[in-house]
């Protein structure tokens, strides 16, 4: 059985950084894109970044271009996200997930979501 485990969330002062971390169990790891989404109150949950099963290839929402990044470690079977510049806006819970497509860009693409960790930007 597929778990995703999320770890990495708090409270951070706005302009701050967070280290996301997302280890994989029960699944091929190098056979699925992975991604990370958010949601925050009152509003969908949307993806913001993902890199490829094949190539690595990533992919970020505007919202998070150039502060975000993703990377991923296949030998321990983990995604990280690392948030630069945090802005209150980026206040939500933040959620890994895995998905066999080769770009994984649409939230139905996914299949296997962790649990969710809380991200907090005090401004």
């Known amino acids: 059985q597929a778990q995703l485990v999320e770890s990495g969330g708090g409270l951070v002062q706005a302009g701050g950084s967070l280290r996301l971390s997302c280890a994989a169990s029960g699944l091929t790891f190098s056979a699925y894109t992975m991604g990370w989404f958010r949601q925050a109150p009152g509003s969908e949950r949307e993806i913001i970044t993902s890199?490829?099963?094949?190539?690595?290839?990533?992919y970020y929402a505007d919202s998070v271009k150039g502060r975000f990044a993703i990377s991923r470690d296949i030998a321990k079977k983990t995604v990280y996200l690392q948030m630069n510049s945090l802005k209150s806006e980026d206040t939500a819970v933040y959620y890994c997930?895995?998905?066999?497509?080769?770009?994984?860009?649409?939230?139905?693409?996914?299949?296997?979501w962790g649990q969710g960790t809380q991200v907090t930007v005090s401004s």
């Open positions: 890199i490829s099963r094949s190539d690595g290839a990533t």
């Open positions: 997930a895995a998905s066999p497509y080769l770009r994984g860009r649409l939230r139905r693409e996914y299949d296997n």
